[in-house]
């Protein structure tokens, strides 16, 4: 006969449920989230909840990864080869996982003012923000900075992607846009902007005073982070002033 050790096994004052309650869901480990949507450990090793959710980060973050970054793309299968994780644990874990994707992935609709970079970001968070290749993306405007739509240009490999000023601005013309933002993400989560990131920017601004067309910013998005070039670097927006 196997023991399941339940959540209710534990002292009150150290239950996950207990502690988010009082302590709110950021305060509180990611071992004791995961035992939350456990309600039990396993049998074998007599694990709680929490160590069972401490036992399978440990083996999400073999060959030095982050546990959070596989979790993210994990499936059921990798998931119930996890001792412990059975298929309805796998299901639940699963599950949540997709909905804090989809909470965090909720994005303008059209007509939505685009007024800052973070609401820059966020219509193009479903896109670029997760994905494990590199893509190149536009934001179209409205001589109000209404959002006409968005498009993904160009995807690359896992380390790079190439974007022409010619297939950008073409899309941009074609959809009748009067004002763009372009982006582009970065599969390792650094936000920080190459060389190369620096002088793309530079021929696309040449590229938006030639067409009159200008171009309000360009993001690096990567690992629910976002950054903005037109923020960090003014001085080119100063050398190729837009005419906005």
Known sequence: ????????????????????????????????????????????????????????????????????????????????????????????ILAAVELGKRAFLSRPTERTVIDSPVAAAASLSHDLMWQNQERFATILLDAKNQLLGTKVITIGTATETLAHPRDIFREVLRQGATRVIIAHNHPTGCVEPSPEDIVLTERLLKAAQLLCIPLLDHLILGDGNHQSLRETMTALWDEYPQGE
């Open 1 to 92: 006969m196997t023991y399941s050790l339940r959540i209710a096994d534990i002292p009150t004052s150290e239950r996950p449920r207990e502690r988010l309650m009082a302590l709110g869901a950021r305060n509180i480990g990611t071992a004791e989230l995961i035992a939350i949507l456990l309600g039990t450990g396993q049998g074998k090793g007599k694990l709680s909840a929490v160590g069972l959710g401490q036992y399978i980060l440990q083996e999400l973050s073999q060959n030095q990864r982050d546990p959070m970054e596989v979790l993210r793309d994990i499936n059921h299968q990798e998931l119930i080869n996890i001792h412990g994780v059975g298929p309805a644990k796998a299901t639940t």
